[in-house]
């Protein structure tokens, strides 16, 4: 099992802001590492594999950047309907795991 | 555009079996790794398992022997069962895809069925 950490566990950021999240593993992973973003009573949505590859019609202000043991989503001008729970996942190994979720809240 | 959508019951008793299904459209191929995540409550994701389109499965160890996935792709259907079930069982649960690639992303997700515990 190879736990992540993210950080911080919620923040409050206003429209226009650059907001970061960080994801770090137990151990190296290479780039194995997935973010998603879920808001309540919809499903998840990729927003970024393989640590920096933007999932197709993701918005260009998300990025993703890391290898190894830490990793960091990047919200570069927020926007209103960024408003959610931002978890990482990694898939170094078949036993997935998930980081305990980034919880953004729009000032 | 895969999409998927899961359904069954919304309430199962203390020691019991809950048994979903995810009904999957859209996808333009089978070979996908079909999975089960959930979220309990006021908690994160946590993966359940996979079935892969060969019918080759692979579960979280946390659950011991109480998961069975199983896949009918003539049906377009996936299922989950999880056996002697309690309250800890109780969350929101998501089917999702992922395809055979190195980071296995999962691309495609359900809206999630709540699954209570409860006697």
């Known amino acids: 099992d190879i736990p992540l950490t993210q950080s911080p566990s919620s923040l409050s950021a206003s429209v226009g802001d650059r907001v970061s999240i960080t994801c770090r593993a137990s151990?190296?992973?290479?780039?194995?590492l997935n973010w998603y973003q879920h808001k309540r009573g919809k499903a998840p949505k990729l927003l970024i594999y393989a640590a920096s590859n933007l999932q197709s019609g993701v918005p260009s202000r998300f990025s993703g950047s890391g290898s190894g043991t830490e990793f960091t989503l990047t919200i570069s001008g927020l926007q209103p309907e960024d408003f959610g729970t931002y978890y990482c996942?990694?898939?170094?190994?078949?036993?997935?795991?998930f980081g305990q979720g980034t919880q953004l809240e729009i000032k | 555009q895969v999409q998927l959508q899961e359904s069954g019951p919304g309430l199962v008793k203390p020691s019991g079996t809950l048994s979903l299904t995810c009904s999957v459209s859209g996808a333009s191929s089978t070979s996908y790794y079909w999975s089960w995540i959930r979220q309990p409550p006021g908690r994160g994701l946590e993966w359940i398992g996979y079935v892969f389109h060969t019918g080759a499965t692979n579960h979280n160890s946390f659950l011991g022997n109480r998961v069975t996935i199983s896949l009918d792709a003539s049906k377009g259907q996936f299922s989950l069962r999880l056996t002697s079930v309690t309250a800890a069982d109780t969350a929101i649960y998501f089917c999702?895809?992922?395809?055979?690639?190195?980071?296995?992303?999962?691309?495609?997700w359900g809206q999630g069925i709540l699954v209570s515990v409860s006697s």
């Open positions: 999702a895809t992922s395809t055979p690639t190195p980071s296995r992303h999962f691309d495609s």
């Open positions: 996942q990694q898939s170094f190994t078949t036993q997935y795991t």
């Open positions: 151990r190296g992973i290479a780039t194995y």
